[in-house]
Nanobody
Framework: VQLVESGGTLVQAGGSLRLSCVAS????????MGWFRQAPGKEREFAAA????????DYSDSVKGRFTIFRDNAKNTVYLQMTSLNVEDTAVYYC???????????????????WGQGTQVTVSS
């Protein structure tokens, strides 16, 4: 499975941005999808995850209420809609995929099998 993110750019604080991640697989609905991010000098951290149907979503406390994860299985795409951005959201954002049957925490990046190359989001004050 190859994952390709897009949508990262420079945005002003308070602004919004939508990231996309397209998966090259014919069985996209079989995968649990997650978004992670890594700021300069910091460890990678979980941002959001979504189950195969979109009915179950999970968010980190730092993005809850501001970010929305959703997917379109017909387009093999998962999205991260980001609003009320602040400078602390500046990071490289990665999408990741793992099998839907895994019972490991969706917040643990080590449980994801496939990763994209990342897309840079920079929020200016």
């Amino acid at each position: 499975v190859q994952l390709v993110e897009s949508g990262g750019t420079l945005v002003q604080a308070g602004g919004s941005l939508r990231l996309s991640c397209v998966a090259s697989t014919g069985t996209f609905a079989n995968y649990y999808m997650g978004w992670f991010r890594q700021a300069p000098g910091k460890e990678r951290e979980f941002a959001a995850a979504i189950n195969w149907s979109g009915a179950i979503k999970d968010y980190s406390d730092s993005v809850k209420g501001r970010f929305t994860i959703f997917r379109d299985n017909a387009k093999n795409t998962v999205y991260l809609q980001m609003t009320s951005l602040n400078v602390e959201d500046t990071a490289v954002y990665y999408c990741a995929a793992r099998g839907s049957l895994s019972r490991s925490s969706v917040r643990d990046g080590r449980t994801y099998n496939y990763w994209g190359q990342g897309t840079q989001v920079t929020v200016s004050s």
